[in-house]
C-alpha cells in the first residue's frame, strides 16, 4: 500500500503542472486575441473616422470630427503599445508621447512649427494609460492649432521625474492664451481627466506663450 | 515600377480599413492597383499585377493565411511586401521575407510617412536615414538599404 502512495505521488505532480502550463497557454492565447480584437475595432472606428471627414464639406464640422479622430487615435497608440514589452503592468509614457507627439505634428502639416522633446523615462500603471493619453494629445493639439496662427513657432514637451512622479510639460511660444483663459472641451477634458489621474494641472502665461505642467504623483507599484 | 510611381496591392480583409488604405496611398503620390481579401486573390493579383509593394494585413478572409500570402508575394513575385497588423508579436523572425510591419492601430500619419520613406528606399536603393517613428524594418532590409547609417547627405 505504501509503495503505491509512493509512486502516484510524483504522477500527480507532473499531471497537476501539466494542467497549470495548459490553463496558462490557453490564457495567455485568450488575452492575445482579445488584445488583437480590441487593436481591431480601434483601427476600424479610426477608419470610418477618417473615411466619414473625407465626405463632409463644412470646414467646421470636418475639423470636430477630426478632433474626434485624434483622440481615437491617441487612445489607439496607446493599445499599440500595451503588452508590447514583457511587463503588461506599466506603461512607457516618454516613448508613448515621442510616438505621439510625432502623429499630431505630422498630422497638423505645419512645416514651420518645430517639436523640441526632453523626455526622462516614465512609467505609470497600464489602468491609466488611455486618461493620460488623451490629457497629452488635449495640451499638443492645442498648441499646434491654436498657439501659431501663421507664424513659426516651436512647442517643447518635457518629461521630468520629481519625488512624487513625474511633471508633464508642454510649453509654446506662440501667442499666448485667449482672453477668456480658453474654455474649450478640450481644456474641459484635460480637467476633468487631471482629476481622474489625481494629478495636479498649472496653466499658465510663459511669456511668451503658454506652459501646462501635469504634475502626476505615483502610487507605489504594487 | 510603372514611371517613377509604386504600384501598390492591397491586402486587407477589413473592407473600410482598405477603403481608408487606397485613399493614403493615392495621396502619397502612389497608385493603388488592387484589393485582395483572401490568400488565393492575394497570390492570383500579385501574379497577374506585379505590384511593386504590398500591403498585408496578416489575418484574411480565409484565417491568419497573410504570412503565407507574403512570402508567395515575396518569392515568386518580386514585390516588396509591408506588413500591417495587430498581431505584430506572431510574425516569423524573418517576416516572411516582407520588408517590415506597421502595428494596428496605426494612424494616417505614420502610414504617409512609412509609405513615402519606402518610395525613397526602393527608387533609390537606399535609405534616406532611419525608418520613421511607427515604422520596424526587417533586419534584412535594414541592411539592404543601409537603413541603420547615418543620413546620406
Not at chain 1, 470636418?62 to 493599445?79: D, F, K, P, W
Not at chain 2, 493603388?32 to 506585379?50: H, N, P, Q
Request: with cysteine; aromatic share 4%; hydrophobic share 45%.
Amino acid at each position: 500500500m505504501s509503495e503505491i502512495e509512493h509512486a502516484d505521488a510524483p504522477a500527480a505532480e507532473g499531471t497537476y503542472a501539466r494542467e497549470l502550463e495548459q490553463a496558462l497557454a490557453q490564457k495567455t492565447a485568450l488575452l492575445h486575441e482579445v488584445d488583437h480584437r480590441v487593436k481591431n475595432n480601434l483601427q476600424l472606428i479610426a477608419s470610418l473616422l477618417q473615411l466619414q471627414s473625407r465626405k463632409i464639406a463644412d470646414e467646421a464640422t470636418r475639423q470636430t470630427v477630426r478632433g474626434i479622430l485624434e483622440r481615437v487615435n491617441a487612445i489607439g497608440a496607446v493599445h499599440r503599445r500595451l503588452f508590447q514589452g514583457g511587463d503588461v503592468q506599466r506603461f512607457d509614457v516618454s516613448e508613448f508621447v515621442r510616438d505621439l507627439a510625432g502623429d499630431l505634428a505630422a498630422g497638423a502639416r505645419r512645416e514651420d512649427i518645430q517639436l523640441k522633446l526632453d523626455l526622462e523615462p516614465a512609467a505609470l500603471p497600464a489602468s491609466q494609460a488611455a486618461p493620460l493619453a488623451l490629457v497629452v494629445n488635449e495640451l499638443i493639439a492645442n498648441a499646434l492649432k491654436h498657439a501659431f496662427p501663421g507664424q513659426p513657432g516651436l512647442v517643447s514637451i518635457i518629461i521630468a521625474r520629481t519625488p512624487e512622479g513625474f511633471d508633464l510639460t508642454v510649453q509654446d511660444d506662440g501667442v499666448g492664451m485667449p482672453p477668456d483663459g480658453g474654455r474649450g472641451f478640450g481644456l474641459t477634458i484635460v480637467q476633468l481627466l487631471c482629476q481622474q489621474l489625481k494629478a495636479k494641472l498649472r496653466i499658465e502665461d510663459a511669456a511668451p506663450g503658454v506652459r501646462a505642467v501635469v504634475s502626476q504623483p505615483l502610487e507605489r507599484i504594487v | 515600377m510603372s514611371g517613377d510611381t509604386l504600384e501598390v496591392l492591397i491586402v486587407e480583409d477589413e473592407i473600410l480599413l482598405a477603403t481608408e488604405l487606397q485613399f493614403i496611398v493615392r495621396e502619397v503620390g502612389l497608385h493603388d492597383v488592387g484589393l485582395a481579401m483572401s490568400r488565393d486573390e492575394a497570390i492570383e493579383l500579385a501574379k497577374r499585377l506585379t505590384p511593386d509593394l504590398a500591403l498585408v494585413d496578416v489575418h484574411l478572409q480565409d484565417g491568419p493565411t497573410g504570412v503565407e500570402a507574403a512570402r508567395m508575394i515575396h518569392e515568386d513575385c518580386g514585390g516588396v511586401v509591408l506588413f500591417m497588423t495587430a498581431n505584430v508579436q506572431r510574425l516569423p523572425e524573418d517576416l516572411a521575407g516582407a520588408c517590415g510591419v506597421i502595428g494596428k492601430p496605426y494612424s494616417e500619419e505614420a502610414v504617409c510617412r512609412a509609405l513615402a520613406y519606402l518610395r525613397v528606399c526602393m527608387q533609390e536603393g537606399r535609405a534616406p536615414g532611419p525608418p520613421p517613428v511607427g515604422l520596424t524594418l526587417s533586419p534584412e532590409y535594414v541592411a539592404h538599404w543601409g537603413a541603420d547609417l547615418p543620413m546620406s547627405a
